[in-house]
């Protein structure tokens, strides 16, 4: 049954600490994203990766990371610099062709990050 | 600068009635346009979508009609039902990219 996993469902960040969210796809898709989902607002997009060993910078990158090792797995960690970092954060994969994406995005069911 | 605006953030609707969302965006470029549905603590699904070469696309109870020249996307649902009370976001794409842009959402509540 192909699809998008997140883990862990919630996570608990102390201040100054890094923490990693995964992402694993089995949709055997090229393209994968990390969006950030605040209360009131849309879906922001913080990183993309169109291939493995590449990745680019979104709308909210500051404080974020991410790698792309491996086609299947996307993780995002958010680092220490993050100040507001509490947000549902969304992840996301998509078929590519040639230069653009095709049709719709599909979402893992999203990591919802506290600070304590 | 938002690129795509839901300007009404929640709409209330009774059971069996029309429900219609909207969307405006900035770019005339874009070129394919689409409608995700969100429940709480998930991740949104995708609903329908249209392509900027068309002006309507039709799935069951969900229509979603693309006005190029006021740059407005809108979702019609009939009848609405109380399952389809959740969060629906416009997303619209750029061409020769590989990403979305996502409007801020509009939260539907059918009312039975």
């Known amino acids: 049954d192909g699809g998008i996993t997140q883990s862990p469902k919630y996570l608990f960040r102390k201040e100054g600490q890094n923490v990693t969210l995964s992402c694993e796809q089995n949709?055997?898709?090229?393209?994968m994203y990390w969006y950030r989902q605040d209360p009131g607002q849309g879906l922001r997009l913080i990183y993309y990766s169109q291939i493995v060993n590449d990745f680019q910078k979104g709308d909210i990158a500051e404080g974020y990371s991410v790698s792309r090792e491996k086609k299947e797995s996307f993780p995002l960690t958010v680092t220490s610099a993050q100040k507001n970092p509490t947000a549902f954060y969304l992840c996301a994969s998509s078929i590519t062709t040639g230069a653009t994406i095709q049709e719709t995005q599909y979402f893992g069911p999203g990591t919802r990050l506290l600070v304590l | 600068d938002q690129q795509v605006k839901q300007n009404s953030p929640s709409l209330s609707v009774q059971e069996g009635r029309i429900s219609i969302l909207n969307c405006d965006y900035t770019?005339?470029?874009?070129?394919?346009f689409l409608w995700y549905k969100k429940y709480p603590a998930e991740g949104p699904t995708f609903l329908i979508s249209?392509?900027?070469?068309?002006d309507k696309n039709e799935d069951g109870r969900f229509t979603v009609f693309l006005n190029k020249s006021a740059k407005h996307l809108s979702l019609h649902i009939v009848p609405s039902q109380p399952g389809d009370s959740a969060v629906y976001f416009c997303?619209?794409?750029?061409?020769?990219?590989?990403?979305?842009?996502f409007g801020t959402g509009t939260r539907l509540k059918v009312l039975a």
């Open positions: 949709l055997n898709h090229d393209a």
């Open positions: 770019n005339s470029m874009f070129d394919y």
């Open positions: 249209i392509s900027s070469i068309k």
């Open positions: 997303a619209v794409h750029p061409p020769g990219t590989y990403k979305y842009i």
